[in-house]
């Protein structure tokens, strides 16, 4: 297994957010956004409990140079009291929650699913158009209904249309998903993200 790939993992294990001063804002973006999907929170929830506007929320995760530390802190305070992980690097980012819901393996496959395509930054759009890239179709409103009405092959080809665009799922099956960020990530998340095989075949 490639090193980078094992330094990943035990940075998982040991680092915690302590400082978000000074981390990269598309690390805290990727955070901020897995975070809130991984405990099924709205936007407007994130804020009132962070104490912060929700404009302020979305400026964070569409990882804008303006958003201001304290608020980014803030976030990650709420998110961790709630059960969520952090864990990342300027390269990567990882949200996991430490007790996961007493749901079906199919239902937390489709939740981390959900997660991916949070950290993403994709929109519904964007998601059908990735599927289908990689010889899958999704219903329209694959999204919108709940993870216990999506068939398996909804379910399958979320997972493959992030896992090719850098996600990753954790290893021994349990409730994380990390995403590796490249230099040419755009603000939104939406471009230039590559998994550690891919660079490894450049």
Request: charged letters at 25%; proline letters at 3%.
């Amino acid at each position: 297994m490639h090193n980078s790939m094992t330094q990943c993992r035990h940075s998982r294990e040991t680092e915690t957010p302590t400082q978000p001063a000074v981390l990269d804002r598309r690390v805290a973006a990727a955070w901020c956004r897995g975070a809130r999907q991984l405990l099924g929170w709205s936007t407007e929830r994130l804020a009132v409990m962070a104490g912060i506007s929700t404009s302020m929320l979305r400026q964070i995760e569409r990882a804008e140079q303006s958003a201001p530390a304290s608020s980014v802190a803030r976030i990650l305070a709420v998110v961790q009291d709630a059960g969520v992980t952090l864990s990342g690097d300027d390269r990567t980012a990882w949200v996991s929650l430490r007790q996961p819901p007493p749901d079906s393996d199919m239902i937390k496959l489709s939740i981390l699913c959900d997660v991916g395509v949070a950290m993403l930054g994709w929109s519904s759009d964007r998601l059908m158009q990735e599927a289908r890239q990689h010889g899958a179709e999704l219903r329209r409103r694959q999204r919108t209904r709940t993870r216990a009405q999506r068939a398996p092959q909804e379910v399958a080809a979320v997972r493959a249309a992030v896992q090719a665009a850098g996600i990753v799922f954790d290893a021994e099956g349990g409730m994380g998903v990390g995403v590796w960020l490249t230099e040419e990530d755009d603000a939104g998340g939406s471009g230039g993200l590559r998994d550690e095989r891919d660079r490894n075949r450049r």
